[in-house]
């Protein structure tokens, strides 16, 4: 029987950032996963935002996904385009990457990480007990864990044998989509009918001044909505086929598909992220229509929280009560989402009510304030943990600073890298210090004069030191002193060493 600290359900987006952020502190993970590779799961998803690409940044690997993929003005509401160039953050645009893409460029960080991917099989059941989890795997084999994730999907199986419920909206639209070769030029682009939204496009595309421009050879890309909703199952190119022929008239001799899928707006959240030694993430704890692009790049942050967590829990650094913060600060986030999502869906109704309604948003969301709000909001830059009253720093994403030290200038994310937390001291030098913290957090003094600014909130005044959680958010901010320092490294990063 294999023994690790954490076993990872899953080997998608989630599951194998969270792998990563668990490796590098030094936690023994392992994913199981049912797939051979990462090449089955064609291009579902489609883009990275711009919260999702700091997050890649802070741990050195952004550039990966940069270099593959075409960065664009990729977020929008209801099919609404949202520029957030004038967002302030370094990465005030998103990316457009298929899923694909992501993951594989997700798997080899993991690989140079040594994490272990046991792959063709998947949890069929676990117990656990208070040491413990005992995971069966499909093919008679078992495993043992002190900590099992689900990173599962919407069919989560750990999330169903954990027991946990799945409360929501049932489906009202149902769309198939497709890669696949079509022996007939296909009418490329929208359409909008009374049964709802369709199109095809070219699988291929690139950006050219902003604008996406689709290769005029290869796959073609089909989404088509099915005029039943409810069916469950994996969809077939018979189903396609269809679907294409109630629309269009005509199947224009589809054949020879890379991948089919479905998708609904069926909407649901977990209720609760955590059940003893068993954690829930990404589409495991929340499914929504895909509208915004919002459910992958929700699944990576998830993990990003959730890693360091459990690391320090697993380590014996902190509590096992630090893991009850991963529930209480990602599920508002992703209840957050599936109201947006359901909004979305409301506006992308094809009856002429709603399309008088979509007349009147437009004029309102796509300038000035609503059209930064609702940018914020889809990209990620806008997420605000609670974690009391204090500078509007607190709980929020910690600004990628130009800093000057000693060794020169250095950017905040750099220190993020090894994904451990920092105290960072911008008054004078010694002012601050950390005694009994000094194992686990790095103390750097530097300089910033510069201006401060926030999403949505704008400029904010300067902070003389901010305590920066491994996931980016501010967790304390100083104010010439060290009231509530103690307290804050206490809470996120457990007790003092002893002298």
């Known amino acids: ?48 935002h711009s919260r999702t690409i700091e997050v890649l940044d802070q741990r050195g690997i952004a550039d990966r996904f940069l270099s593959q993929g075409q960065v664009a ?69 078992s495993m043992r864990a002190g900590y099992l994730v689900g990173c599962d999907g919407g069919r989560s199986i750990v ?48 950006i050219r001044d902003g604008e996406v421009v689709y290769s005029d050879k290869g796959l073609v890309r089909v989404m088509v909505t099915e005029q039943q909703v409810g069916r469950t199952g994996e969809p077939t190119l018979q189903d396609v086929r269809e679907a294409l022929v109630a629309v269009y ?22 209720a609760s992220y955590r059940k003893g030694r068993v954690l829930l993430a990404g589409d495991a704890a929340h499914v929504h229509y895909p509208a915004g692009g919002q459910g992958l790049n929700t699944g990576v942050q998830d993990a990003v929280n959730l890693g360091w967590k459990l690391a320090q829990v697993v380590r014996g650094t902190s509590p096992e009560s630090l893991l009850d913060s991963y529930h209480a600060e990602r599920h508002p986030v992703a209840a957050r989402v599936l109201r947006n999502t359901m909004a979305q869906v409301a506006l992308l109704r094809t009856d002429d009510r709603t399309n008088a309604l979509r007349d009147f948003f437009a004029e309102l969301i796509v300038v000035g304030e609503s059209r930064r709000r609702f940018g914020a909001m889809i990209s990620g830059l806008d997420i605000h943990y609670d974690l009391g009253d204090g500078h509007p720093l607190l709980g929020r994403r910690m600004p990628d600073l130009d800093l000057d030290t000693d060794h020169g200038s250095l950017r905040v994310y750099t220190l993020l890298h090894e994904a451990k937390p920092v105290l960072l001291n911008l008054g004078e030098p010694g002012s601050v210090e950390l005694a009994g913290w000094a194992d686990r957090v790095l103390l750097v003094e530097a300089g910033y004069n510069g201006t401060w600014a926030l999403p949505v909130i704008g400029e904010v005044s300067a902070a003389s030191a901010v305590l920066i959680r491994p996931d980016g958010h501010v967790a304390w901010v100083g104010d010439g002193n060290q009231d509530g320092l103690a307290d804050a490294l206490t809470t996120w990063f457990g007790p003092p060493a002893a002298p």
């Open 249 to 270: 008239g005509t199947d224009y001799g589809i054949h020879n598909p890379a991948w089919v899928s479905r998708f609904t707006d069926t909407t649901r959240q977990a």
């Open 159 to 206: 999330r169903k044998a954990a027991g946990i419920d799945f409360p929501g909206w049932d489906p009202t639209t149902s769309q198939l989509i497709a890669e696949a070769e079509l022996a007939e030029e296909p009418e490329m682009g929208v359409r909008r009918d009374a049964l709802g939204i369709h199109g095809l496009s070219r699988a291929e595309f690139e």
């Open 1 to 48: 029987m294999n023994e690790h600290a954490v076993v990872i359900a899953g080997g998608g987006p989630t599951g194998l950032m969270l792998a990563g952020e668990l490796a590098l502190a030094g936690v023994d993970v392992a994913i199981v996963e049912r797939r051979p590779n990462q090449d089955l799961v064609g291009a579902r998803a489609g883009g990275l």
């Open 73 to 141: 003005q990729v977020a929008g509401f209801a099919w609404f385009p949202l520029d957030i160039s004038d967002v302030p953050t370094r990465h005030n645009y998103g990316l457009a990457l298929w899923q694909n893409r992501i993951e594989q460029i997700l798997a080899d960080w993991v690989e140079e990480l040594a994490v272990p991917i046991y792959r063709e099989c998947e949890v069929t059941a676990f117990m656990q007990d208070e040491s413990g989890v005992a995971i069966e795997l499909s093919g008679g084999r």
